[in-house]
């Protein structure tokens, strides 16, 4: 497949993911479930995934307005190796760490496994 096509579907696959971060609060009850942490264990849950919306919005900008970089720059193609190693370290963490059988579950799995293959084939076919 096209790696550029592939790296411009992962801008939209990044930007994605940063809206449905957007909607975590709402999703999983933070208001409520973050009485039951200590304070300082709240904040740092709300300060990661407001650091991970920033995170999905950087890859998907760099991805859709620097693609030809990506491509064919050794920076650029540093950036997309550590893109792919983004979501296959997700993809691995979801099996460490969230071992429920749920359709949710292995719906994420299978958009992580996405991730990875969007910056992954594209930095293999150019190296």
């Known amino acids: ?14 930007l994605g993911f940063a809206l449905f971060h957007i ?14 942490m ?3 264990n709240s904040a740092i849950l709300q300060i990661l995934n407001l650091c991970l919306i ?16 990506l491509l064919t720059s050794g920076l ?3 950036i997309m190796f550590f893109f792919g ?4 370290a997700r ?3 979801q099996f460490i760490f969230l071992r429920v059988n749920r359709l949710q579950v292995h719906i994420l799995s299978f958009l992580f496994l996405i991730g990875t293959l969007l910056y992954s084939v594209p930095f293999l076919q150019g190296i």
């Open 38 to 40: 200590s304070l300082a």
């Open 91 to 93: 993809l691995l963490e």
């Open 54 to 69: 920033l995170v999905f919005i950087m890859m998907s900008w760099i991805s859709w307005f620097f693609t030809e970089d």
């Open 85 to 88: 190693l983004f979501w296959a």
């Open 23 to 36: 909607f975590f609060w709402k999703l999983f009850d933070w208001k409520k479930e973050s009485k039951r």
């Open 1 to 14: 497949m096209d790696s550029e096509i592939l790296i411009r579907s992962g801008a939209v696959f990044n």
């Open 76 to 78: 650029g193609k540093t």
